[in-house]
């Protein structure tokens, strides 16, 4: 008998000695590889090969009791490699523990410093004897007060110290320093928390859900507002899937944002659960992988990764947001949408896949209205507690009467009121894609492809505006197409200058701002919500990092700068996420008893997408978007691939026609457009083309056909892509 094996994306034939026994399926295994020695993995068993039996060689042992991978995993990761366009080697790599992963040993335990302060009611003292330069000395100690034990590592990286100022420290007998050996035990956060009765619209969608846990095994869609339930409808089910003695597997689309709803599972399920993340480090995932192997566990919460937990018999999978775009792997050779991998698993367990959105990605929803899924609607927020009301300010008119600041006067005045209440604010600025577009101040114009309907994007090179679809390019005007304007301009305003402007005019304002930059140390994320939580600051600034997850009872005021900013994105989907952005920035606002309110200010208030914000109607929304899905044939009428071809200026071009004339010789039932620079055009050097595909049929087996990478250019293959920057 011959065993086949992947080293790198091909199967290669070993034979079973007679030594081995009991050589199953999904083993892991040592193989001779030209002079060296690799690991495989048994992805098939076959009687006979069509090779000379001297060229078989024999495997040398298995490397585990057990095998490592499921009939089940083997099997999806040979769909997700055909699906997603990209190779089974790499497919195969998801359902492996970190630890093993590229053939890696097994992490070890390893001791970490620990610094300790000596004595907290000395730090008074200990401050006041420092020298007046000794700003990183006081830093730590700074830190320290706050929290008086931790890893040395994390301690420098967040007060930019080094070791010799924990030296430095030591040596006048402030803080003390330990090597240990820091188990690599998680810390699950617990909560008070009591079970509710499930009001009617939860009860009927818990009864669908436990009906295709039955039979039938259709995914359900939870479609329900912000604090609806949807949580607690999961809770219950989970309930009942433990029940039967099947495992459950939890999805969220960041775990930095659900510290709170982690402490909800364990509370609810106690010793029952592992985490599955990237926040964690390799050995923690290591261990996490091994429980949930072992069934130690039967129930995981994480990330998209957790979509490959190594559970036997699956009875759920829930995706909860399921519309975040962080449940699309877009690194790697092989760009995997979690969505897609978890029916496929569901469907080999016959499980139930739940989604559960606020916001429903439309695919997801074409599909539900269908009767491919099952759709229950959670429209009401428990409790009686009402949804915020919204108002949409025209900055057009602002314009013209004279307000050229960032404040509308609605804005303005809400704030001051809501300041002078003690109560809490924040302030989102929508700045992903600033500057990508041309917009009229005058009256909200954006210039569109007139074959793409998206926005064309400005060139200052040679002062033009290009589509990233089709390659259509025209001079940027003097005036606006529109009104003849001259306040044809680019875009863009910036959160530090909001911070400005709010401390210049409101004299009551405390803010924190919250974007990529404040973020970037470790613990600061946190560190900056808790001064918010703890009322210390009462505006809260920031970009698309404070969209999500936050509820803090006291924030009555949402207001939102530039909505429509992103609604011009060169991307098809830009109304879509304009949309699901707004929706849930907007649910950020009376959490409470207390009414909330949202200002939100945009270029375009008749935009379908704003409109719909507005009147917090997501069928309005869907029923606008398909039409223009269906007309040009964009998801879900339609098939998308993109080509992204990345390299030298000089060679990108040209790669980038050979491909796509390759393509388009091949590909004659699909639209192959001509190839164009991507939003993007360059990014750290390198220049990036990009070819798009659009075709009614689903396209595969595209890989044979393109050239291979060669050293300089670098080329890659996404299968329904959620961006195309
Ligand atoms: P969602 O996930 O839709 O945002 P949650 O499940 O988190 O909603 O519920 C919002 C809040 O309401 C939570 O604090 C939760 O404990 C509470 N809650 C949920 N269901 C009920 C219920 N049936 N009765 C009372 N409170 C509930
Ligand atoms: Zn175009
Ligand atoms: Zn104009």
Redesign the pocket.
């Known amino acids: 008998m011959d065993v086949k094996i992947t080293a790198v994306d091909k199967i290669f034939h070993y034979r079973i000695p007679k030594n081995i026994e009991q050589l199953r399926l999904g083993h892991r295994v040592l193989v001779p590889f030209g002079k060296r020695q690799v690991e495989g993995y048994v992805v098939e068993l076959v009687d006979e090969v069509d090779l000379e039996p001297e060229r078989i060689k024999n495997i040398i042992k298995p490397l585990d009791l057990k095998p490592i991978l499921t009939e089940e995993q083997l099997e999806v990761a040979k769909w997700m490699a055909e699906e997603y366009i990209g190779l089974y080697s790499q497919a195969l790599q998801f359902f492996l523990p970190a630890g093993t992963r590229y053939g890696r040993e097994r992490v070890s335990k390893k001791k970490q410093l620990v610094v300790t302060l000596s004595n907290l009611e000395m730090l008074p003292i200990y401050l006041e004897k420092l020298p007046k330069n000794a700003v990183r000395q006081r830093a730590v100690l700074m830190s320290l007060n706050e929290n008086p034990q931790q890893l040395a590592s994390e301690l420098c990286a967040q007060t930019k110290a080094n070791y010799q100022t924990l030296n430095a420290l030591r040596d006048k007998g402030y803080i003390e320093l330990e090597s240990k050996v820091i188990e690599r035990k998680i810390q699950l956060e617990t909560g008070e928390?009591e079970i509710?009765?499930?009001?009617q619209y939860?009860v009927k969608a818990l009864e669908e859900i436990i009906n295709q846990m039955k039979k039938e095994h259709k995914p359900v869609l939870v479609h329900?507002?912000?604090?609806?339930?949807?949580?607690?409808?999961y809770l219950h089910s989970i309930k009942h899937c433990l029940n039967q003695g099947r495992q459950a597997v939890m999805l969220v689309p960041e775990i930095a944002l659900t510290a709170q709803t982690i402490a909800r599972f364990t509370q609810r399920f106690p010793d029952r659960i592992a985490v599955l993340h990237s926040g964690l480090s390799e050995g923690e995932r290591y261990d996490q992988w091994h429980k949930i192997y072992n069934g130690e566990v039967d129930i995981v919460i994480g990330a998209r990764s957790a979509v490959f937990a190594p559970f036997h018999n699956i009875g759920l999978i829930i995706l909860d947001e399921e519309h975040e775009t962080t449940y699309k792997q877009e690194d790697g050779m092989l760009k995997y949408h979690t969505r897609g991998v978890a029916m496929k698993r569901a469907a080999y367990h016959e499980a139930v896949v739940i989604l559960?959105s606020a916001t429903p990605s439309i695919e997801s929803y074409h599909r539900a209205l269908r009767g491919d899924y099952k759709l229950v609607e959670?429209p009401y927020r428990?409790?009686h507690i009402s949804m915020p009301k919204i108002s949409v300010v025209d900055m057009r008119s602002e314009f013209a009467k004279d307000n050229r600041s960032m404040f509308s006067r609605q804005l303005s005045e809400a704030l001051e009121d809501t300041l002078s209440r003690q109560e809490q604010a924040i302030i989102f600025i929508n700045r992903r894609g600033y500057s990508s577009f041309v917009l009229c101040r005058e009256c909200g114009y954006v210039i569109e492809c007139r074959n793409c309907q998206v926005s064309l994007k400005y060139h200052q090179v040679d002062n033009s505006l290009k589509c990233h679809y089709c390659g259509y390019r025209q001079k940027l005007p003097t005036s606006c197409p529109n009104c003849a304007s001259h306040y044809l301009r680019q875009f863009g305003s910036g959160t530090q200058q909001v911070e400005q402007y709010v401390k210049q005019n409101f004299s009551q304002a405390k803010t924190v701002r919250l974007d990529a930059d404040s973020a970037r140390i470790k613990g600061a994320h946190s560190r900056i919500l808790n001064r918010f939580k703890n009322q210390d600051a009462n505006v809260l600034i920031g970009t698309q990092m404070i969209a999500k997850g936050l509820d803090f009872p006291n924030v009555t005021l949402v207001g939102v700068l530039s909505a429509d900013l992103t609604l011009n994105f060169p991307d098809f989907r830009a109304s879509e996420h304009t949309f699901q952005l707004l929706t849930q920035v907007s649910g950020r606002a009376g959490r409470d008893i207390k009414l909330g309110r949202v200002i939100i200010q945009c270029y375009d208030p008749a935009h379908y997408a704003i409109k719909a914000v507005q009147k917090q109607d997501y069928l309005s929304f869907y029923r606008q978007e398909i039409t223009f899905r269906r007309q040009l044939n964009y998801p879900p009428f339609g098939h998308l691939v993109r080509i992204l071809v990345q390299g030298p200026e000089m060679l990108v071009e040209r790669k980038a026609e050979k491909v796509f004339l390759l393509l388009n010789k091949r590909l004659k039932n699909a639209q192959v457009f001509n190839p164009a620079p991507a939003p993007i055009p360059k990014i750290k050097g390198r220049y990036r083309w990009q070819i798009i595909i659009k075709s009614r049929e689903p396209i595969n087996n595209l890989l044979d056909d393109i050239p291979q990478n060669d050293q300089d250019v670098v080329i890659d293959v996404d299968c329904e892509p959620l961006f195309l920057l």
């Open positions: 928390e509710h009765t499930l009001n939860q329900g507002v912000t604090g609806s339930g949807k949580t607690e409808v559960g959670l428990v409790n």
